[in-house]
């Protein structure tokens, strides 16, 4: 099983994988999504597992951990530095996980029109070899329903804002 429709995922170079997603939602939402941790709990992983730790230290040099714990009750740890930081439009930072082999640079640039936001996330891996293995790993379709999660947070917070705005008016 590979991706559920919604994300696109390329191999321009030996040593990229470039994801595309379009999330119904305006560009601030997603940034937040992408860098608040309560928000980060809600979304970020597969279906079927849960984020037990998440720390945020948003800003260059600053840092980030994360745990997800899957199904079957084993962890899986990551961590990064931030290396650019231009809010809301676009971040890079720098990417391992605990039980692969090398770092990855991460680029995400945010784009919004017309209330719609797309993500393009592209991933730098240290060698053709660290990428194969990524892509072996199943991350496309991970990464694929964890953005459908976020989506659907996404539509839920969005309805939130509109129903509030509505009882203002």
Not at 37 to 65: H, I, N, Q, T, Y
Not at 91 to 120: N, R
């Amino acid at each position: 099983m590979k991706n559920t429709g919604t994300l696109q995922v390329t191999t321009p170079g030996d040593r990229e994988i470039v994801m595309t997603r379009v999330f119904d939602a305006p560009r601030n939402l997603v940034w937040d999504a992408f860098t608040k941790p309560e928000l980060l709990k809600r979304w970020f992983g597969p279906r079927g597992w849960s984020m037990v730790a998440c720390e945020v230290d948003l800003r260059v040099g600053g840092g980030f951990r994360f745990v997800l714990r899957g199904p079957d009750g084993k962890d899986m740890g990551m961590r990064g530095v931030y290396r650019e930081i231009v809010a809301p439009e676009r971040s890079v930072h720098m990417e391992s996980f605990d039980d692969y082999p090398g770092e990855s640079q991460v680029t995400g640039a945010f784009v919004e029109h017309e209330g719609k936001t797309t993500l393009t996330a592209t991933v730098l891996y240290p060698s053709k070899e660290v990428r194969d293995i990524v892509i072996q790993s199943g991350m496309e379709h991970g990464a694929a329903e964890s953005y459908d999660k976020l989506a659907e947070m996404l539509a839920t917070t969005a309805a939130k804002q509109e129903s509030r705005g509505a009882a203002c008016l």
